[in-house]
């Protein structure tokens, strides 16, 4: 009797205790999993499932600003006569780098992209964004819509080129929904009925021109020759112009950096150029070295698109405003 008792309590142990180590073992390696690879899993979270509340680790910076205003050590007691006292130098100088590091270090670490993973070869965060009625106009929220045309050379080498305008358009829009507060909607897809190959940027915009946009805001032209930079900012507004651009062509710059999507910096630029952004050219600018997306300087890798602060004021105060109309209902 004994001998069955022990067996039946052998048994039960077995049948309850298999299943608590496999959960035990299989929650320790996700705990570790999750622990060792926490930028990616965030950056995850943040690009594809739009959870932007998660807590993000302190960049190796915010850890130097909080040990930066340490004080110094105690002063020699004032009973010993042999050494000096204190110089006053190292008085002044700490609470003149105190005062700074949260204006002008905090408020740009504020704004820093999220680089996955991290790497110490980057360009230093963006600036701070823009103060007080910008920032209210940002919040307001403005629906564009886009037609896009495709060259046919470009649709024949991408068997995907559908989906792959839809990515592109789909992603402009959370970097223009984050930064302007423009939503942008696809509002049609087609091939470009004409062959494009040898055109030059005139004749391509052009021909862009006479297609109608069937109630969109602007149609972009994705071509598969590159274009050089007065070519890719034709249809952008005059400063003064009451409305904003409605056509603009758009190419892949060829950089490794983009290669996952060859078209997102090129649509990026065209609808700044649009909204009155302007091209930075000047290679020593703060601006071009950061790797504005109104510039030609190479996409800097592990990092998200970013304008410049110019250029981002330029497009909110336009956002607002009206597109030309087209060309038929012109005449």
Known sequence: MASKQT???????????????????????????GDANRGPVLAFERDYLAWTGLPIAPAPETTAIA????????????????????PPVPVATLPSTDAALP??????????????????????????????????????????????????????????????VQRTIADASRIYRADFGIELTLAGVVRWPR???????????????????????????????????????????????????????????GEAATADAPFLRGTLRALGHLMGAKHVGDAHSEAYRLGSWMSDAPAPGGRPPW???????????RKSRPFEGEPEADR
């Open 195 to 253: 062959a494009l190959q040898g055109l030059g940027g005139n004749e391509l915009h052009a021909d862009l021109r006479s297609h109608g946009r069937e109630g969109a805001h602007v149609l972009l032209g994705f071509v598969a020759d590159r274009l050089d930079t007065p070519a890719l900012a034709q249809g952008a507004p005059l400063d003064e112009s009451a409305l904003n651009g409605a056509y603009a062509l758009v190419t892949d710059p």
């Open 67 to 86: 040990a930066a205003p340490m004080p110094p050590p105690p002063p020699a007691p004032a009973a010993v006569p042999t050494p000096p006292p204190p």
């Open 7 to 33: 067996k039946a309590l052998w048994r039960l142990s077995w049948l309850l205790g298999l299943p608590l180590l496999a959960v035990t073992v299989l929650f320790s390696a996700g705990v570790r999993f």
């Open 103 to 164: 204006t002008a270090d905090a408020a740009a670490l504020a704004e820093a992209p999220i680089a996955l993973p991290p790497l110490p070869t980057l360009p230093p965060p963006p600036p701070a964004p823009a103060p007080g009625s910008l920032e209210q106009q940002r919040a307001v929220p403005v629906t564009l819509r886009v037609k896009v045309l495709v060259d046919e050379r470009l649709a024949g080498e991408r068997g995907d080129w559908l989906s792959h």
């Open 307 to 317: 304008i410049d602060m110019d250029n981002r004021t330029r497009i909110l105060q």
